[in-house]
């Protein structure tokens, strides 16, 4: 058997992190939107904070195999201390803020992840589900702090970086939010396919082999679920920053339940899928409740029936000429990093 060398490994990993033409495509789209669609601000701005909401779960779910269906738990929280950042004038500046709700969320996400990693999956459900529940009730009972059942009001957003104030129109609010999805994307880009990440990928495979060549398989879960609550909670405190309100809604099933049907759409384990998943998501959401007010969850439910019977390597397939085309952009990634094998 023909060692590998550390060379070509290293090459193989550079040319498994190497940007797609298809990528630069998707991203050139997202911020000419902010100049094609100038009247749909409002709705671009919910897809962008719901896209990194998505991105979240996706990091756990898709990569390390975590279950959550209380992921609303560090959204509902880092929306708090935003609106309860900006309602006191703790911190006025919305994107110190706003890291300062991303950390608070992290150390939520650190607290609860050793509850989160015991047993099995069904434990996982139950757990994280219970978060959130407790979280809610407790932002209901401290009706002094959080304005209870009412939601916080008042809040006064300052404007970002002390340059653009939240305008009526959300432009600035949708610039902020795409820029902020953008950066976060790239962390999260760099984290997947680093070592780290493939081991995230190892563990979702196997984690008594992981564990056995000597990953050390908590730690990394813990690691990744950190990381994925304060990617939650900036989300929350986009959504709390832009409309300048915040409500026990943040908390609900319903929101956690809104996420796993964006990943079905999207598709877990590839950054993507919830971009993607929350563009269609919004897009249907918005077209069906104006088509049939009181209906529109049917076809949703319907869509997704489709995708599970359809199949989602079927409806894949359906776009390979474009895959393929983009593809032929490529080739020099392959040709550089694809010949040598031992």
Request: proline content about 3%; aromatic content about 12%.
């Amino acid at each position: 058997m023909n060692d590998i060398s550390p060379k070509l490994v290293a090459g193989r990993l550079v040319a498994r992190a190497h940007w797609h033409p298809l990528e630069f495509l998707f991203w050139a789209a997202a911020f000419a939107s902010i100049w094609l669609l100038p009247g749909k601000y409002l709705i671009l701005t919910e897809i962008a904070w719901l896209g990194l909401f998505a991105l979240s779960l996706d990091l756990i779910l898709g990569y390390a195999g975590i279950v959550s269906l209380g992921h609303a738990a560090f959204f509902g929280f880092g929306a708090y201390c935003a609106a309860l950042l900006a309602k006191h004038e703790i911190i006025n500046e919305p994107v110190l803020a706003l890291i300062v709700s991303g950390v608070a969320a992290m150390l939520l996400g650190f607290v609860t992840s050793f509850l989160v990693l015991r047993g099995s999956d069904l434990t996982r459900i139950m757990v994280t589900l219970g978060v959130a529940l407790l979280l809610r009730e407790l932002a209901n009972r401290m009706g002094w702090l959080t304005g209870g059942a009412d939601g916080l009001q008042g809040v006064e957003m300052k404007p970002i970086l002390g340059l653009w104030r939240f305008d009526m129109f959300g432009h600035n609010g949708y610039v902020y939010c795409l820029i902020v999805l953008f950066l976060l994307f790239l962390l999260a880009r760099r984290i997947v396919y680093s070592p780290f990440g493939l081991s995230l990928q190892a563990i979702k495979d196997n984690p008594l082999r992981a564990s056995a060549v000597g990953i050390n398989v908590n730690l990394r879960l813990v690691a990744i679920y950190t990381i994925a609550a304060g990617y939650a909670g900036i989300a929350g405190a986009l959504l709390a920053q832009t409309s300048a309100f915040a409500s026990l809604a943040v908390f609900d099933f319903e929101r956690s339940a809104d996420l796993l049907l964006v990943l079905i759409i999207g598709g877990t384990g590839y950054l993507y899928g919830g971009l993607i998943g929350a563009l269609i998501f919004k897009i249907l959401q918005d077209w069906l409740s104006h088509l049939t007010p009181q209906y529109w969850p049917f076809w949703i439910g319907l869509l997704l029936v489709v995708i599970v019977l359809v199949g989602r390597e079927r409806i894949g397939s359906w776009t390979l000429p474009f895959r393929t085309l983009a593809n032929r952009f490529d080739w020099r990634r392959k040709e550089s990093f694809g010949g040598g094998q031992a």
